[in-house]
């Protein structure tokens, strides 16, 4: 596999370079400090892989991700960057990106979206998964306009926590959660705690990992 690492910073790109040599076997990590230098890189050698940082000397990321994907639309590219503003993330997105990661984040995280992105599936970091979700419109493909706490419940109900719990959980009443459920179901225009599941894990707010019981799945 060939990775293309593009950031201005000599000690991020060795840590990055070290972790994903270490993570991933046969791996070759091509670096560039500017986005000219990366963009050039790119033709030269046509990784399988861009890690673009925001943030560059001359060309921004968002313009060499621009500027790949024109020119190859199936370009698997990762932006990672200190921004989490979802502005930004989605400008990453609506350029063509298929990941998109904090700087902060764990290995792990980078391990999964790299291995996430190199399949061809998207990959955002979950706690700006979830946010996106909640503020995208619907017709961009995002969730209908729901409340704060009526996306607290859809989280909970997704994960497979019972209404009765959820209501402790949440210091309501269960006539709440209940209340609350029922508008969820016709803002999603769904019947099922599985269906909720399945919307959850669509739009990256869960894992099926977080999932108490795989019963929800049939349910």
Known sequence: MKILLVDDHAVVRQGYSSLLSAMLESCQILEASTGSEGFALW????????????????????????????RNSSARILFFSMYDELPMVQQALDVGALGYISKSGSP????????????????????LAMR?????????????DVTPREFEIFVLLAKGMPPRDIADHLCVSLKTVSNHTAL??????VTSTAQFVHLAIQFGIIKLGEIQSGRVLSS
């Open 184 to 189: 969820l179901k016709s803002k999603l225009q």
């Open 43 to 70: 033709q030269q050698h046509a990784p399988d892989l861009i890690i673009l940082d925001i943030h560059l000397p001359d060309l921004t990321g968002l313009e060499v991700g621009r500027r790949i994907i024109e």
């Open 132 to 144: 996106l979700a909640m503020h995208r419109p619907v017709q961009e493909g995002g969730l209908p």
């Open 108 to 127: 792990k995280v980078l391990l999964e979206a790299v291995t996430r992105v190199m399949q061809g599936r998207p990959y955002v970091e979950h706690e």
